[in-house]
């Protein structure tokens, strides 16, 4: 059984930089693919922000895309997400996800429940 924990988050202003992490543990498959969600306040539904699969590159929705760098060490088993440029729409709690199992294609093709693995999510809060 995998588990995974956020770490990082917090609260800046529009344009700051914040970090993310995200540790796995427990049974760690050699393929194993990790994707970030954000869940907006308010909203139930969970959209997905970047996802990076064994061996593969990062993929992100639009919004993210040239703001945002997602990483992941295997070494340590912990996958990052880099967001800069921050604005009060990126606000919401971001969550860690994994799929024992290769991830084809892109995370703006991914909806949340065919993770499942789930974290506790951290807060990102973004002021004008």
């Known amino acids: 059984q995998v588990r995974v924990v956020e770490s990082g988050g917090g609260s800046v202003q529009a344009g700051g930089s914040l970090s993310l992490s995200c540790a796995a543990s427990?049974?760690?498959?050699?393929?194993?693919?990790m994707a970030w969600f954000r869940q907006a306040p308010g909203m139930e539904q969970r959209d997905g922000v970047a996802?990076?699969?064994?061996?593969?590159?990062?993929t992100y929705s639009r919004a993210a895309e040239g703001r945002f760098t997602a990483t992941r060490d295997d070494t340590v088993n912990t996958f990052y997400l880099q967001l800069n440029n921050l604005r009060p729409g990126d606000t919401g709690t971001y969550y860690c996800?994994?799929?024992?199992?290769?991830?084809?294609?892109?995370?703006?093709?991914?909806?949340?429940?065919?993770?499942?693995?789930w974290g506790q999510g951290t807060q990102v809060t973004v002021s004008v």
């Open positions: 996800a994994a799929i024992g199992r290769r991830c084809y294609g892109t995370i703006r093709n991914f909806r949340a429940d065919e993770f499942s693995t």
């Open positions: 427990g049974y760690i498959s050699r393929t194993i693919c």
């Open positions: 996802m990076i699969d064994t061996d593969g590159d990062p």
